[in-house]
């Protein structure tokens, strides 16, 4: 890199960086602070004289202990992850199946097939959910976890198929060739041979697809009703909000917890999550 | 008997015309190599016989079996690519076990053949490891080795040595002759190298644009090239061609132009009969023109011009101006040449080659 | 020469394994993928438009109506403000998404220590669900209590509390800033890898031919990084014009209905009044436009590829 300066070096990269930082970060910490801040530090205005936004002495389980007690956030989880597992892996396993006929195999309409999968990337699921929430009752899934595992794949697959086929595209021909040489059919040539050299965008598309399945809001809110069958984020919205009053202890409580275990999945495979996100740009 | 037969076998891409009409008859045992310029058919040839590409016209035998159908897994072929196609998450013993796993031998089996080839190619210590860890001709051994295990009838090789350095290439030239000459299976060599295709092949088949352009043993297409562009492809510093007028004067052939005048020695004077009067393409190779001596008639003489002195060593090579052509000799080492000297030079009347001016073809 | 053998020529007849032939091992790949595609995009997709031109309620199955509902929106005015509200949110998004997050895309450039945990953080608002993450925004917008208030207050830049979600004209930008700051990261890591594929080579070249940084951006960088960036720019328009979440979580649509998008009016009027025609008929009517910006972008990429 082009050097400069000592202070043009602050000035220029590093305070812009932490300012960055904070902005980013701040929302998260101020999560955190507010679950643990007992009620009576916690509804000060922010003109009164003791208003202490950055820390507070007296840090107490109370929220948590009114989330998990007051409410079925333990369920919500539960339904979360199950939900988000279980639909992550028929779209891996879709994608993964698609991306390889989409990148590999020659067959007719193939063209159309992968921008037919393309376009519906593009419908997004504020323009579906309305007649889709008409077929989930027809079908008899209302208000059941199904609901909700039949329909994300619907976002998910068309993003781990294009992740998919890039990371297809970049094994050479040959490795496959030579396998089918060496006696493997078509199909034990993907399973020994391409799905295993293809492991890091199988990490990249699934923790791409796992963190999407949480993410999900409209889907939820719209295709369950009973409390026991909620995700998390639905089941925050309804059950923590009585009218106008926000409890805003529990919520904050509500949204640290549910954040935790996306972020601590995420962690563990940021460097395949980022190379998903890239892969997916590069094109 | 693993002898390989390709008859008339066309291959077509849409309106491309990849190969035309080839046909070749593979003996058991036999090196062949099929060489020619990128884009000529070697390749595709070499992978309709292996089943990777269909076959739009013709015949492939390997053996007594028409393979045309069969898919790769089932002709009782192995092949070894250019860049070595290793599988990366296997460990070598992996890679060479694989396609005896894929047919089910049984492990004693399989750890007997591979140690055998291992033992082969020297490559004992390197069982245990991943390709990654391997340099370029421990990996090309691997690929090697991964085709020997499996005592196929054929053996196809897809410019093996291209992605080597060039004492590396010298060296595993020698191993692959070797290899050939300890296990006998018939093998089908394709290359771009005139070199590789001259040391290694028992036959050689030249093919240019998709046609078959000559076949036969190295030393057949060295001395009598059945047109111009394989004797400029075989041989290195290529021949050097001049346009000659042919006339007849004093009861002789002459070939002439602004540079020269040679006489058609007496050997192929009959066949030139045929071109006097007429425009015709002189061949002759750099190492067949030396320095003029009182012993050479003068029917075999020229001028020249220096341009270019390039010192090898073993050999001096010219470039030199012979009227308005430009044409490569190669002298004896011991000449001192200096740019812009006339230097006279001579030619070996034996080892003059014409060609058709227009169909390019021997005469 | 070529004698052709005399022993009996064998032609095999091939067992015909159904899954060599790669068309059929294609269809057999593909086919969970299409079913569930057809069954819960496509099949929907249609039914929607049959919806939109019904008029439908909860309960209570509708006759053709034609174009109706959609002459009933377009001269509802809170539609229209809607309309108008989803092409000025995904507008000023986008512009400063892409700004702040080429920024921070440069910054990240270099090495420095830390890098890798700094780009792990940085990605944290993509990756916590909005709900979330919206509900500190929330929290954090709150009239009375609100952090931010507390700080301008002792920066001595206000004196009185700016209600941030309650008031009209504030609503629309504090759904602006949560928005910015959930995309940031997502413009930021992708450019970040777009500007990593610009070999420094380049830099170096022009940098030694006299060109000064910003010149060198101008001229060099942004001319490089525009396929990445247009890609980066569709996907987030699509989803931007799309939004749901983070305006029912903040405002619901409101004060007064000046944050309406179309997602939250088409919830509201479909789902929670019930008139589902309507609510399909809003949907809908966010195709044209997505269907658009699909089509220019995809021949700009095209366009650019093949310079």
Same mark, same amino acid.
């Given at each position: 890199?082009?050097?400069?300066?000592?202070?043009?070096?602050?000035?220029?990269?590093?305070?812009?960086?932490?300012?960055?930082?904070?902005?980013?970060?701040?929302?998260? =910490?101020?999560?955190?602070?507010?679950?643990?801040?007992?009620?009576?530090?916690?509804?000060?205005?922010? /003109?009164?004289? /003791?208003?202490?936004?950055?820390?507070?002495? /007296?840090?107490?389980?109370?929220?948590?202990?009114?989330?998990?007690?007051?409410?079925?956030?333990?369920?919500?989880?539960? /339904?979360?992850?199950?939900?988000?597992?279980?639909?992550?892996?028929?779209?891996?396993?879709?994608?993964?199946?698609?991306?390889?006929?989409?990148?590999?195999?020659?067959?007719?309409?193939?063209?159309?097939?992968?921008?037919?999968?393309?376009?519906?990337?593009?419908?997004?699921?504020?323009?579906?959910?309305?007649?889709?929430?008409?077929?989930?009752?027809?079908?008899?899934?209302?208000?059941?976890?199904?609901?909700?595992?039949?329909?994300?794949?619907?976002?998910?697959?068309?993003?781990?198929?294009?992740?998919?086929?890039?990371?297809?595209? @970049?094994?050479?021909?040959?490795?496959?060739?030579?396998?089918?040489?060496?006696? @493997?059919?078509?199909?034990? @040539?993907?399973?020994?041979?391409?799905?295993?050299?293809?492991?890091?965008?199988?990490?990249?598309?699934?923790?791409?697809?796992?963190?999407?399945?949480?993410?999900?809001?409209? =889907?939820?809110?719209?295709?369950?009703?009973?409390?026991?069958?909620?995700?998390?984020?639905?089941?925050?919205?309804?059950?923590?909000?009585?009218?106008?009053?926000?409890?805003?202890?529990?919520?904050?409580?509500?949204?640290?917890?549910?954040?935790?275990?996306?972020?601590?999945? =995420?962690?563990?495979?940021?460097?395949?999550?980022?190379?998903?996100?890239?892969?997916?740009?590069?094109? | 008997?693993?002898?390989?037969?390709?008859?008339?076998?066309? $291959?077509?891409?849409?309106?491309?015309?990849?190969?035309?009409?080839?046909?070749?008859?593979?003996?058991?045992?036999?090196?062949?190599?099929?060489?020619?310029?990128?884009?000529?058919?070697?390749?595709?040839?070499?992978?309709?016989?292996?089943?990777?590409?269909?076959?739009?016209?013709? !015949?492939?035998?390997?053996?007594?079996?028409?393979?045309?159908?069969?898919?790769?897994?089932?002709?009782?072929?192995?092949?070894?690519?250019?860049?070595?196609?290793?599988?990366?998450?296997?460990?070598?013993?992996?890679?060479?076990?694989?396609?005896?796993?894929?047919?089910?031998?049984?492990?004693?089996?399989?750890?007997?053949?591979?140690?055998?080839? #291992?033992?082969?190619?020297?490559?004992?210590?390197?069982?245990?490891? $991943?390709?990654?860890?391997?340099?370029?001709?421990?990996?090309?051994?691997?690929?090697?080795?991964?085709?020997?295990?499996?005592?196929?009838?054929?053996? %196809?090789?897809?410019?093996?040595?291209?992605?080597?350095?060039?004492?590396?290439?010298?060296?595993?030239?020698?191993?692959?002759?070797?290899?050939?000459?300890?296990?006998?299976?018939?093998?089908?060599?394709?290359?771009?190298?005139?070199?590789?295709?001259?040391?290694?092949?028992?036959?050689?088949?030249?093919?240019?644009?998709?046609?078959?352009?000559?076949?036969?043993?190295?030393?057949?297409?060295?001395?009598?090239?059945?047109?111009?562009?394989?004797?400029?492809?075989?041989?290195?510093?290529?021949?050097?061609?001049?346009?000659?007028?042919?006339?007849?004067?004093?009861? #002789? %052939?002459?070939?002439?132009?602004?540079?020269?005048?040679?006489?058609?020695?007496?050997?192929?004077? #009959?066949?030139?009969?045929?071109?006097?009067?007429?425009?015709?393409? %002189?061949?002759?190779?750099?190492?067949?023109?030396?320095? #003029?001596?009182?012993?050479?008639?003068?029917?075999?003489?020229?001028?020249?011009?220096?341009?270019?002195?390039?010192?090898?060593?073993?050999?001096?090579?010219?470039?030199? $101006?012979?009227?308005?052509?430009?044409?490569?000799?190669?002298?004896?080492?011991? %000449?001192?040449?200096?740019?812009?000297?006339?230097?006279?030079?001579?030619?070996?009347?034996?080892?003059?080659?014409?060609?058709?001016?227009?169909? !390019?073809?021997?005469? | 020469?070529?004698?052709?053998?005399?022993?009996?020529?064998?032609?095999?007849?091939?067992?015909?394994? &159904?899954?060599?032939?790669?068309?059929?091992?294609?269809?057999?790949?593909?086919?969970?993928?299409?079913?569930?595609?057809?069954?819960?995009?496509?099949?929907?997709?249609?039914?929607?438009?049959?919806?939109?031109?019904?008029?439908?309620?909860?309960?209570?199955?509708?006759?053709?109506?034609?174009?109706?509902?959609?002459?009933?929106?377009?001269?509802?005015?809170?539609?229209?403000?809607? &309309?108008?509200?989803?092409?000025?949110?995904?507008?000023?998004?986008?512009?400063?998404?892409?700004?702040?997050?080429?920024?921070?895309?440069?910054?990240?450039?270099?090495?420095?220590?830390?890098?890798?945990?700094?780009?792990?953080?940085?990605?944290?608002?993509?990756?916590?669900?909005?709900?979330?993450?919206?509900?500190?925004?929330?929290?954090?917008?709150?009239?009375?209590?609100?952090?931010?208030?507390?700080?301008?207050?002792?920066?001595?830049?206000?004196?009185?509390?700016?209600?941030?979600?309650?008031?009209?004209?504030? *609503?629309?930008?504090?759904?602006?800033?949560?928005?910015?700051?959930?995309?940031?990261?997502?413009? *930021?890591?992708?450019?970040?890898?777009?500007? +990593?594929?610009?070999?420094?080579?380049?830099?170096?070249?022009? *940098?030694?031919?006299?060109?000064?940084?910003?010149?060198?951006?101008?001229?060099?960088?942004?001319?490089?990084?525009?396929?990445?960036?247009? &890609?980066?720019?569709?996907?987030?328009?699509? +989803?931007?014009?799309?939004?749901? +979440?983070?305006?029912?979580?903040?405002?619901?649509?409101?004060?007064?209905?000046?944050?309406?998008?179309?997602?939250?009016?088409?919830?509201?009027?479909?789902?929670?009044?019930?008139?589902?025609?309507?609510?399909?008929?809003?949907?809908?009517?966010?195709?044209?436009?997505?269907?658009?910006?699909?089509?220019? +972008?995809?021949?700009?990429?095209?366009?650019?590829?093949?310079?």
């Amino acid at each position: 890199m082009i050097e400069g300066a000592l202070w043009r070096k602050w000035v220029y990269f590093y305070v812009p960086l932490i300012l960055f930082l904070i902005f980013l970060l701040f929302p998260f =910490y101020w999560m955190m602070i507010t679950t643990f801040r007992p009620d009576g530090e916690l509804y000060r205005p922010w /003109n009164a004289w /003791n208003y202490t936004p950055f820390w507070t002495w /007296n840090p107490t389980w109370a929220h948590i202990e009114y989330l998990f007690r007051e409410t079925i956030f333990g369920t919500w989880l539960w /339904n979360t992850m199950f939900i988000a597992t279980i639909s992550t892996m028929i779209s891996l396993v879709c994608g993964v199946f698609a991306g390889y006929a989409l990148s590999r195999l020659k067959f007719p309409f193939a063209g159309g097939l992968g921008t037919g999968i393309f376009v519906t990337y593009l419908v997004p699921q504020t323009l579906l959910f309305i007649p889709l929430a008409d077929i989930i009752r027809d079908y008899r899934l209302g208000d059941t976890p199904w609901a909700l595992i039949l329909t994300y794949p619907t976002f998910l697959i068309p993003f781990c198929t294009w992740l998919m086929m890039g990371y297809f595209k @970049a094994i050479p021909k040959e490795l496959e060739e030579c396998a089918r040489i060496d006696g @493997a059919s078509r199909w034990k @040539a993907m399973i020994y041979i391409i799905l295993p050299v293809a492991v890091p965008g199988i990490l990249s598309a699934g923790i791409f697809a796992f963190t999407l399945s949480w993410n999900v809001f409209i =889907y939820a809110l719209v295709f369950l009703s009973s409390p026991q069958e909620k995700t998390v984020p639905v089941g925050v919205v309804s059950e923590l909000i009585r009218g106008d009053v926000f409890f805003w202890g529990p919520l904050m409580a509500g949204a640290l917890l549910g954040s935790i275990p996306v972020a601590v999945v =995420y962690s563990f495979f940021v460097e395949h999550y980022v190379s998903g996100l890239t892969g997916s740009v590069k094109g | 008997m693993a002898q390989v037969s390709i008859r008339q076998v066309n $291959k077509k891409y849409d309106d491309f015309h990849a190969v035309k009409d080839v046909n070749l008859e593979i003996h058991d045992k036999e090196f062949l190599v099929l060489v020619g310029p990128s884009g000529c058919g070697k390749t595709t040839t070499l992978r309709m016989v292996a089943g990777l590409e269909s076959i739009t016209s013709g !015949e492939i035998l390997i053996g007594n079996t028409v393979v045309n159908e069969l898919p790769p897994m089932d002709r009782d072929i192995a092949m070894v690519f250019q860049n070595y196609a290793l599988y990366p998450h296997m460990s070598v013993f992996d890679n060479m076990a694989f396609g005896l796993k894929m047919r089910k031998f049984d492990k004693a089996e399989i750890a007997q053949r591979v140690k055998d080839a #291992a033992d082969i190619l020297g490559i004992e210590q390197l069982l245990a490891r $991943k390709p990654r860890q391997l340099s370029g001709g421990q990996r090309q051994r691997v690929a090697l080795g991964r085709a020997i295990v499996r005592h196929p009838q054929v053996f %196809l090789f897809d410019e093996p040595l291209s992605n080597l350095d060039a004492k590396l290439r010298v060296q595993m030239r020698v191993e692959l002759k070797k290899l050939h000459n300890r296990l006998g299976t018939t093998a089908i060599y394709v290359t771009h190298d005139q070199v590789e295709a001259m040391t290694l092949g028992d036959r050689v088949v030249v093919m240019k644009d998709g046609w078959v352009q000559q076949v036969g043993d190295p030393l057949e297409l060295y001395n009598a090239p059945a047109n111009r562009f394989v004797a400029g492809f075989i041989g290195s510093p290529a021949m050097n061609f001049a346009a000659v007028a042919v006339s007849e004067r004093d009861g #002789a %052939l002459w070939a002439e132009n602004s540079g020269m005048r040679i006489k058609v020695p007496a050997a192929i004077a #009959a066949r030139m009969n045929s071109h006097r009067g007429r425009n015709a393409t %002189l061949g002759i190779r750099p190492e067949d023109i030396h320095l #003029a001596t009182p012993a050479d008639p003068s029917d075999v003489c020229f001028d020249a011009v220096v341009e270019v002195v390039e010192q090898l060593g073993s050999e001096v090579l010219l470039d030199i $101006k012979v009227g308005s052509d430009t044409m490569a000799a190669a002298v004896e080492p011991t %000449l001192r040449a200096k740019i812009q000297e006339q230097l006279r030079l001579a030619l070996n009347p034996a080892r003059l080659h014409f060609f058709d001016a227009e169909t !390019e073809t021997a005469i | 020469m070529a004698t052709y053998a005399t022993t009996a020529v064998v032609t095999p007849r091939p067992r015909y394994r &159904v899954l060599e032939d790669e068309r059929w091992l294609a269809m057999a790949l593909l086919l969970p993928t299409i079913v569930l595609l057809a069954m819960f995009i496509a099949y929907p997709f249609v039914k929607g438009i049959l919806l939109s031109v019904t008029n439908t309620r909860v309960g209570v199955p509708g006759e053709f109506v034609g174009l109706a509902n959609f002459y009933k929106i377009w001269n509802d005015s809170i539609f229209r403000s809607a &309309v108008y509200n989803t092409f000025v949110y995904t507008g000023v998004t986008t512009v400063f998404k892409l700004g702040l997050g080429l920024w921070l895309a440069l910054l990240l450039n270099r090495n420095f220590r830390g890098k890798t945990f700094t780009r792990a953080f940085i990605l944290l608002p993509f990756i916590i669900p909005t709900v979330l993450s919206t509900f500190a925004w929330k929290w954090m917008f709150d009239p009375t209590f609100s952090v931010l208030n507390w700080m301008f207050w002792k920066l001595g830049l206000i004196s009185s509390r700016i209600n941030w979600l309650g008031d009209p004209d504030l *609503a629309m930008l504090s759904v602006i800033i949560v928005n910015i700051w959930r995309g940031v990261p997502f413009f *930021a890591i992708s450019l970040l890898a777009g500007l +990593q594929t610009i070999n420094p080579d380049l830099h170096e070249a022009a *940098a030694i031919d006299g060109a000064p940084p910003l010149k060198r951006f101008i001229y060099i960088t942004w001319p490089l990084l525009l396929p990445v960036t247009m &890609v980066v720019v569709l996907f987030s328009v699509i +989803q931007t014009f799309a939004d749901f +979440q983070l305006v029912y979580v903040l405002t619901e649509g409101g004060p007064a209905n000046s944050t309406h998008l179309f997602a939250t009016y088409a919830y509201n009027l479909g789902i929670r009044t019930g008139l589902l025609s309507e609510g399909a008929a809003i949907s809908l009517a966010m195709f044209p436009v997505l269907f658009l910006v699909v089509i220019f +972008q995809l021949l700009y990429i095209r366009r650019v590829e093949t310079r």
